[in-house]
């Protein structure tokens, strides 16, 4: 069975979301992708993959939004080891509020359950609460070893092999059973609807074309 409309993927340039972006295009939704760059903290490397991998899945359009001054204000006035869910909630409103722009019905990750020590069931409901859109996570019950298998058919393994820097200013044992009122405590310390602001105004769109550059 397959069911239409447009999903909005957050492409991290790993192993993982181009694998959940080609299961759920399968289904025959139209997949469009966002990629969050730790810009100026980073180079642009993770962008240039990420590229390189949407056009290999044949997505049209990716948005790269720049996040490190916003990732790095979240490290600095907040409690570290909830690092990783209060980073991933901003970028979930960046990307529903792209998603409405673009008239998709869905976001859609990577995210399976175990693969890292913060995607735990808890973590991930506190994650959600932060949008009104479905998060579709087609890998959530894979182990690491069927996403890799996936992967090479699809020949994206190749380019996203490498260490993944998105865990760069974060704690070395996060959170891993974060309640949402903990949560919600440590983003009153934020003005987030500034960093979602900031992060959407400098965010670059790049059209492509057949899953070649335009």
């Known amino acids: 069975m397959?069911?239409?409309g447009?999903?909005?993927?957050?492409?991290?340039?790993?192993?993982?979301?181009?694998?959940?972006?080609?299961?759920?295009?399968?289904?025959g939704l139209e997949v469009l992708a966002v990629h969050f760059s730790l810009e100026p903290i980073t180079d642009d490397a993770a962008a240039v993959k990420s590229r390189r991998l949407a056009e290999r899945l044949g997505i049209s359009k990716l948005v790269v939004v720049i996040v490190g001054p916003a990732f790095a204000e979240i490290a600095k006035v907040c409690d570290l080891r909830l690092y990783f869910v209060l980073s991933k909630r901003l970028m979930v409103r960046i990307a529903e509020a792209i998603a409405r722009r673009e008239g998709c019905a869905y976001l859609l990750t990577g995210e399976s359950l175990g693969q890292v020590s913060s995607q735990t069931l808890q973590n991930l409901r506190a994650?959600?609460?932060?949008?009104?859109f479905v998060v579709l996570r087609p890998?959530?019950?894979?182990?690491?070893?069927?996403?890799?298998?996936?992967?090479?058919?699809?020949?994206?393994?190749?380019?996203?092999?490498?260490p993944e820097i998105c865990d760069l200013l974060g704690p070395a044992h996060p959170a891993t059973k974060a309640s949402l009122e903990q949560v919600l405590a440590e983003e009153a310390r934020l003005d987030m609807g500034?960093?979602?602001?900031?992060?959407l105004a400098g965010a670059r769109e790049e059209s492509l074309i057949s899953g070649r550059p335009s």
Do not use: C, Y
């Open 2 to 4: 397959t069911v239409a």
């Open 6 to 27: 447009k999903a909005l993927l957050l492409l991290s340039g790993g192993i993982d979301s181009p694998v959940a972006g080609h299961l759920i295009a399968r289904q």
């Open 127 to 132: 994650i959600d609460a932060a949008s009104s």
């Open 139 to 162: 890998l959530i019950g894979f182990d690491k070893e069927e996403t890799v298998r996936i992967a090479r058919e699809i020949g994206t393994f190749e380019i996203s092999e490498g």
């Open 194 to 199: 500034r960093l979602v602001r900031e992060a």
